[in-house]
């Protein structure tokens, strides 16, 4: 039974059997004892003999959800992790848990790398990274940042790094020798954040403050405010800083992948780190939403006009974007118009946009009837004026 109180055991098992996940009263018990489940309460229903378990209501959906990824994930710690992520209603003390476990298995570590009142490596970093300069890791990141930057400095890249992670980063190296514009060069390869043409042409340089931001990054680290963030946080700023850290990643990964199909694989310096951050796996989620939680603290403003662009991406540009992909399929005559030789064009030059422009408004007088049919069809993506529908998509 489904009522406005909750959803008994019986609808619950009853649920699962129709959707090919059938659960014995056991297994739904132990969901709750798992911390994957709201607990239920017993009820003694007037004019019944004995009691009915009752669980909140919304527990069916995320029933549904668990039964979907199980055969995905091996422990109901990891299954558990991704149905609060993908934004179901779990139990937040199995969370913090979760984040707990990664905040202590990071404090050891940086202790590991280097010792209390150190301000340099310990031996044991040292050992690890003479290890990892040959190392091939199963993430894509440090073995492309390997062929960008050579192997002869990926120790400098991996050391600098470590630095950062421990809080010990305090600027590049500087002998007088050009090692301190030599290790600059070394970061902006290894995160591939060279300017490109598109870059030059909008006045964009990805390096400025690159230094800067990592030595304020180290010591965001060090202060361990971040750490301290999980102890204060309710409940409420724990789902909304994991739905700010959603929004930005997703925002990173369609960016870059528009990016891409637009105006060619490297559009622009941030293409590389847009990708890998977009596309950041599981086991990365709790330790990013601690560092997530830390930068939050000291970079409110601007993280508040960052989030406000990464919202306009979602609501505006990337509907306009898949409207574009899609007219393509049903409009063909547009295609010539949306090439990706054309696209980066107008990215490189105002005058190509301004003839461009010019060929949009006449491409949308000749094909008026087909394009309004179109929009017609996708009234989702039709947010503009009856007189100029095509060239406010094209812009």
Not at 39 to 50: D, K, V
Not at 54 to 76: M, W
Not at 323 to 344: G, H, I, M, N
Not at 374 to 387: I, L, T, V
């Amino acid at each position: 039974m489904k009522s406005d109180d909750g959803e008994t055991a019986a609808y619950l098992l009853a649920l699962a059997e129709q959707h090919n996940c059938p659960l014995t009263a056991s297994q739904l018990r132990r969901l709750h004892l798992e911390g994957l489940i709201e607990r239920p309460i017993q009820e003694h229903p007037e004019g019944r003999i004995g009691s009915e378990t009752i669980y909140p209501k919304g527990t069916g959906e995320v029933l549904l959800a668990i039964c979907s990824r199980h055969h995905q994930k091996r422990s109901f710690s990891a299954l558990a992790w991704q149905l609060w992520w993908d934004g179901y209603s779990i139990p937040l003390t199995r969370v913090r848990v979760d984040l707990q476990k990664t905040r202590e298995g990071w404090e050891r570590l940086q202790c590991r790398l280097s010792r209390p009142g150190m301000k340099g490596l310990s031996r044991f970093a040292w050992r690890v990274l003479e290890k990892m300069v040959a190392h091939r890791f199963r993430d894509a990141f440090p073995n492309q940042a390997r062929k960008r930057v050579g192997a002869v400095s990926f120790d400098t890249f991996l050391r600098i790094l470590l630095e950062i992670a421990v809080g010990n980063f305090q600027g590049y190296a500087d002998d007088h020798a050009g090692s301190r514009e030599e290790e600059q060069q070394i970061m902006v390869k290894g995160f591939d954040l060279r300017r490109t043409e598109i870059d030059r042409a909008r006045d964009i340089d990805w390096t400025v403050n690159l230094e800067s931001s990592l030595v304020e990054l180290s010591e965001i680290i060090k202060q361990g405010s971040w750490t301290q963030w999980l102890d204060q946080a309710d409940e409420a700023e724990l789902v909304c800083n994991r739905d700010e850290l959603r929004l930005l990643l997703t925002t990173f990964e369609s960016l870059s992948e528009a990016m891409e199909d637009m105006a060619g694989k490297r559009a622009s310096g941030a293409s590389f780190l847009f990708r890998t951050l977009g596309r950041i796996g599981q086991k990365y989620q709790p330790l990013l939403l601690l560092f997530w939680g830390g930068i939050r603290m000291h970079f409110d403003a601007n993280i508040r006009e960052i989030l406000q662009a990464a919202r306009q991406w979602q609501e505006e540009g990337l509907p306009a974007y898949r409207a574009l992909c899609q007219l393509q399929v049903e409009v063909p005559a547009a295609r010539s118009l949306l090439t990706q030789r054309r696209r980066k064009a107008i990215m490189l030059s105002e005058r190509a946009q301004q003839r461009y422009f010019a060929e949009v408004r006449a491409f949308y007088e000749q094909n008026r009837e087909e394009l309004m049919a179109f929009w017609q069809r996708h009234p989702e993506w039709y947010k503009f004026g009856a007189d100029q529908p095509a060239e406010s998509s094209a812009g």
